[in-house]
């Protein structure tokens, strides 16, 4: 498996992916650790702060978390998130130079796609699984399961606008690979260096996962 599909695989394990905005990298191996600690050793740092390259590096370093970069407009962020280590790219939308740079620099691109059209494009460009980003203001898990109908290989990660009270509604579609979303890690308790909740907070939402297999690769 090339390095990009084993880190597509592990995704599909963990079935979830915590979304982070770290305003601070001091925050960020506190972070991993509740991460680790809660059962789920994911992280998409986005880069809508400063910080987000040095956490990348930071939570990266310590080899026990699968990093990625989130909000990846540009082939520069794509760059800036590879040389700190991270292991995937997702991007809110589809864009054709990111995706390509990401192939460059050896990472997996997950770019968004909510229509057929996306989708369509994001297959010409050698990807077969995309953020189905924003999820709930985009139809919801209704309109995955209808995008998903036409498009056999093609799986989905859900993000945005999902929580403990529609979780399941999203991994229950067998397209759905993981799902995304912030509610784990809240921003506030992050920079607030309350990480024995976030870490509560990630193991209830792993606790969720537990009945759902539908979606999950073997
Ligand atoms: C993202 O960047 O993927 C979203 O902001 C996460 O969405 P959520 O905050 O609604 O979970």
């Known amino acids: 498996m090339s390095p990009a599909g084993d880190v597509l695989a592990q995704l ?9 905005v770290l305003d601070d990298a001091a925050a960020a191996d506190g972070l991993a650790g509740a991460l680790v600690a809660g059962g ?18 930071i939570m ?3 080899g026990d978390v699968l990093v990625g970069a989130g909000t990846v407009l540009t082939p520069d962020q794509v760059d800036q998130a590879a040389d700190a280590g991270a292991a995937y790219v997702v991007s809110p939308g589809l864009s054709r130079a990111v995706v390509e740079r990401c192939g460059e620099r050896g990472v997996l691109a997950l770019p968004g796609a909510v229509t057929a059209s996306e989708v369509m494009a994001a297959l010409e460009l050698g990807v ?8 709930g203001t985009s139809g919801g898990a209704a309109a995955v399961k209808a995008l998903a109908a036409p498009f056999g290989g093609v799986r989905f990660v859900p993000t945005g606008g999902i929580g403990p009270a529609n979780l399941h509604e999203y ?22 260096g309350k ?7 990630v193991a209830e939402a792993v606790a969720l996962t537990g009945s759902d297999s539908g979606g999950k690769e073997v």
Do not use: Y
Request: net charge positive; no cysteine.
């Open 128 to 135: 077969s699984t995309v953020k189905f980003f924003p999820a």
């Open 171 to 192: 991994l229950s579609i067998p397209a759905v690979h993981a799902v995304g979303g912030s509610w784990m890690v809240p921003r506030d308790l992050v920079s607030a």
């Open 40 to 57: 789920l050793p994911v992280a998409e740092v986005t880069f809508r702060t400063a910080a987000a390259a040095e956490s990348i590096r």
């Open 60 to 62: 990266a370093s310590r």
């Open 195 to 201: 990480f024995d909740e976030v870490t509560a907070l």
């Open 12 to 20: 599909g394990a963990h079935r979830l992916v915590p979304v982070v």
